[in-house]
């Protein structure tokens, strides 16, 4: 919460010295989501394309974008997708 703190009292200098109201809000999300989902897709194709079978690696790297896509997904829903992530990885097999 620093960074967003000193966002905050910057602004509250700013409005002082233009002596305007301060009614600017500085809110972060709790988390930051640094991951390119179509980069970490290609890293996969590219892996797959290499002809090994590695279901735990496909597995992870399938679960890591997955919940980067789909940000504050819940645990009971994470779960029911590596369920699900498992089982289409066994039909490939």
């Known amino acids: ?3 967003q703190d000193l966002e905050a ?4 200098v700013a409005c002082r010295f233009l002596r305007i109201p ?3 809000t500085v809110r972060y999300p709790s988390e930051f989501n640094l991951v390119d989902v ?3 897709i290609a890293v996969l194709e590219g892996i797959k394309s290499l002809g090994y079978s590695l279901p735990s690696y496909e597995k992870a790297k399938l679960e890591c974008i997955i919940k ?3 940000g504050g997904i819940s645990e009971e ?3 029911k997708i590596s369920g699900e992530i498992e ?3 066994k039909s490939v097999e």
Do not use: P, W
């Open 87 to 89: 089982d289409g990885l």
């Open 77 to 79: 829903e994470m779960s």
């Open 38 to 40: 179509q980069n970490e």
């Open 68 to 70: 980067s896509d789909l």
């Open 9 to 12: 009292r910057a602004f509250d």
């Open 1 to 3: 919460m620093r960074l």
């Open 22 to 24: 301060n009614d600017v």
